[in-house]
């Protein structure tokens, strides 16, 4: 009889295989559904709520939007993007996790009409570097930017912006006044992420809104689906 | 705090092989880890102390491989370590194209007891 032994055993998987499979569950219920979602991530305070209440009001007769509030704690984003006018918003206090994960989305797409909405905005806990690695199930990954955090962002967070479908520098209004190099941002960006959409708005005075909410929309009617050609009752 | 839950989701996922190997105890896991997650070692190995406790995986030993993102200068048809300023490239300051090096997470080998 021999004793224990002692084996290496390959494995080689991804960390986080059991979040990537989750998320794989809830990208095949929002296909199905035809709600396009979009995983906004950005730093704290970059705009991301204010984006998602100018994204509202943007689409107000062209999408049904529902939004899922990802927070540390508290409610106070979700009020804000219900009074904007999305049609259902679902709050994830992640308690203390510093992003949203894939089982966190499933629960809260339970509380969800997917079949009233065209588009699912999930806003990120803030937080440039884990939401990379923590997929949702989502069509599309945002990656927001603040003119006041700096521009050298995309140096310091290279994956964040690596791995985004689209890019939206906000808070331009401020461009003059705190030093944003806008050129070096964006061959920074081009250097990670050579043909990504950027998008410049203020969602202070809605300078971008527009040609933003036009490519979300044309992103949608990508998917498919009849309700993104419909014009919302 | 990045690196509390991605150390518990991979250990939840190793205990799960453990299991299906039949191991008694998991003695050494290496791991790749890339430089543009932005995962710190020493919260990696913080983490990972704390929560094996009472785990197949108690007194293991954490291997971290590191890899290192790169750039790729066309006009000098080389690849250079960008410096952490910019993603110019050192010889010719040219914007170099960072190429996909570096973004590994991944639980590569186990080695365990049976
Ligand atoms: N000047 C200026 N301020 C802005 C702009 N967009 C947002 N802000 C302000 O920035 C602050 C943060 O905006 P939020 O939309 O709450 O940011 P957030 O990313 O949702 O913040 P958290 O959810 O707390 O991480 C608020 O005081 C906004 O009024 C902008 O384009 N220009
Ligand atoms: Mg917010
Ligand atoms: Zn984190
Ligand atoms: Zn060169």
């Known amino acids: 009889m021999s004793g224990p032994t002692v084996k290496i055993v390959n494995i080689v998987e991804s960390l986080l295989i059991n979040n990537d499979l989750a998320a794989g569950r809830n990208q095949r219920r929002l296909a199905e559904a035809g709600v396009l979602t979009i995983n906004v991530m950005a730093a704290p305070g970059a705009g991301k709520t204010s984006l ?6 943007a689409l107000r007769d062209q999408a049904r939007v529902g939004v899922i509030e990802g927070d540390i704690a508290g409610s106070v984003d979700t009020e804000r993007v219900l009074a904007a006018g999305a049609r259902d918003a679902v709050q994830i206090n992640t308690g203390g996790n510093c992003h949203l994960e894939a089982n966190m989305v499933d629960r809260a797409l339970t509380e969800l009409d997917l079949s009233q909405l065209d588009l699912l905005l999930l806003e990120n806990v803030g ?30 967070y290279p994956e964040m912006f690596a791995v985004s479908d689209v890019i939206v520098l906000n808070k331009i209004d401020l461009i003059d006044h705190v030093d944003f190099n806008r050129e070096f941002f964006l061959e920074s960006v081009r250097a990670l992420n050579p043909g990504v959409p950027v998008f410049e708005v203020s969602c202070r005075t809605g300078a ?3 040609e933003w909410a036009a490519w979300l929309l044309a992103q949608r009617a990508a998917l498919g689906g009849a309700a993104a050609t419909t014009e919302v009752a | ?16 092989h453990a299991e299906r190997l039949g191991a008694t105890k998991v003695i050494a896991i290496n791991l790749v880890v890339g430089e543009r997650s932005s995962f710190v070692d020493d919260s990696l190995l913080f983490y990972f102390e704390m ?24 006009p000098c048809d080389t690849d250079f370590h960008p410096t952490g300023a910019d993603f110019r490239c050192p010889r010719c300051d040219t914007v170099g194209q960072v190429t996909d090096d570096g973004t590994e997470l991944l639980i590569e080998s186990l080695e365990v007891v049976t």
């Open chain 2, 51 to 74: 929560l094996t406790p009472g785990t197949r995986a108690e007194g293991a030993l954490l291997n971290l491989r590191r890899t290192l993102m790169r750039c790729h200068c066309p």
């Open chain 2, 1 to 16: 705090m990045h690196e509390l839950s991605v150390m518990a989701y991979m250990l939840e996922r190793v205990e799960g």
């Open chain 1, 208 to 210: 971008g809104i527009a």
């Open chain 1, 52 to 57: 998602i209440v100018r994204t509202l009001e």
């Open chain 1, 127 to 156: 937080n440039l570097v884990c939401p990379t690695h923590w997929a949702l199930g989502e069509h599309l990954k945002l990656c927001l930017v603040g003119a006041a955090e700096g521009d050298d962002k995309p140096v310091k």
